[in-house]
């Protein structure tokens, strides 16, 4: 950005939440056009959050509705992510605030996303649509700098969850506790788990407690972008369900509720969505402008 440039406007938008209090905030920056990688990673470092989200114009082959098709890019303020759920949402409030309910696309560096955006007697919800996932393994000796650097006993862990890396946009180690004290109990290594996920190629680690069938409890440390946890995870909730699923634990077609953030008093949540015969997630949640 030049020096002569006006600075473009930054807001602040919160994602699985219709609360400003609630869920995970977002940076949004609706024109990013004068914008370099500096000037971005320096406004997302500048308010904080675990995300922010820049638009440009579309590539031409993205297709979709005149007006409501964009590039999208989310910066932490330690660096480039290649996806972000929350961020996505947060955008997609912002964006239908200005130009109203209705289909969105934005083009990702992992590819093109989908949102619906409707309104619900005065709250605005966003559905994303996850690039198609897929999970692997993880070795053990991974496994167990992991739980070392999350200071958890492996006897901690549910063994009806095995861990697994789950893609849905971004890669995120899932790790189920046993009980919800194990969940409530996070106090990491930073700079430990931090190492193991650059070398995993990790943007969180999942954390999840099952509460019912159907209703989970997670929680998401971020070290690698700069933030020791991150309060609602859209992408890791993407690949959550991705991963459920594939492992047989939830059936093929589901609606899963995750609740996020009420550890550290930002209470969200995250309505995943599974469709038979359809690989990709869901992700849906409400937001709001943080005055």
Known sequence: MTTNAPRPEVLRYTAFSSAPDGGNPAGVVLDATALDDNDMLAIAADLGYSESAFLTAPPESLGGQEGRAYSIRYFSPKAEVPFCGHATVATAVALAE?????????????????VEVAEEGGT????????????????????TEALAALGWPAADLDPAFPPRVAFAGARHLVLAAATRARLADLAYDFARLEALMHRLDLTTVQLVWRESATVFHVRDPFPVGGV?????TGAAAAAFGAYARELGLVPEDAVLTLHQGEDLGRPGELTVMLRAGDARVR???????IS
């Open 283 to 289: 992700v849906s949640g409400t937001g709001a402008r």
């Open 228 to 232: 020791v946890e991150d309060p609602a």
């Open 124 to 143: 605005v919800r966003a559905t994303l649509t996850s690039v198609e996932p897929h999970i692997e393994e993880i070795a053990d000796a991974d496994l």
């Open 98 to 114: 200005r130009i109203g309910p209705g289909e969105l696309v934005f083009a990702t560096r992992v590819g093109a996303v989908p």
